[in-house]
């Protein structure tokens, strides 16, 4: 509470002294109890210590919230910066008031401090993906949809989205094993390599109803364990093909 008193006693004092120029800064120090040093020096323009930063931080406070903001758009435009990048810019606005560089570890230590900021991994995204997703696409095909469902008064549950998917089969995941030991490293797991594909067909309206799911397989006939050895639901459909890909014949049945 010392130091709070302290401060709020030089916010009077100065308030005074502006109030009444007659008012030396010498006696208003004598009557508001504080160092007539302290006082001149706030009155020239000195900053508070509780309101100063260290000099340990190389950016001022507005440079900082503007590095940020920098940023968190490249972050949303989908080009997050490496810390590398982040180093160059603080630098650059360093080098704009004639200031030093910062250190090689400035950008992890700026990021650790700022809560606003993280460090991850990041993953590679398609461009043309990425395009597909522009909020202004999406919403210019669904009036178009909407339009075309009031055109023709479809109603929800006759209208459908059709998707298909393709998966491995018998493909070998990583899981918990036990070993050896005086086994070094992680144990191995050999894949087998005549691997086959599989593709499914699913198909779902607007009012979340869904028909039975079509697998499609690679084969000529089909084989008895696929529905007396498996929990295969009896309603679902599979196809044999000679190659397991969907084509229009079966598209359309």
Partial sequence: ???????????????????????????????????????????????????????????????????????????????????????????????????KKVGKLWAHRFVKRRSELKTCFNRVYDFQRALCEDPELIEEWFRLVSNMQAKYRIQDCDFYNFDETGFMISIICPGMVVTSAERSGRSKAIQPGNREWAMVIICGNGEGETIPLFLIVQGQVHLSNWYTETDFPVDWVIKSTSNEWINNEIGLE
């Fill in 1 to 99: 509470m010392e130091i709070h008193s302290k401060e709020a006693r030089i916010v009077l004092a100065i308030e005074a002294i502006e109030l009444n120029k007659r008012l030396t800064i010498r006696k208003a120090a004598n009557y508001y109890s504080v160092p007539r040093s302290t006082l001149f020096d706030r009155i020239q323009g000195c900053s508070n210590i509780a309101e100063s930063r260290p000099k340990s931080y190389n950016l001022t406070e507005l440079e900082e919230e503007v590095l940020i903001q920098y940023i968190i758009d490249m972050d949303d435009r989908g080009f997050a910066l490496k810390l590398n990048s982040v180093e160059d810019m603080a630098n650059y606005m360093l080098e704009t008031r004639g200031a």
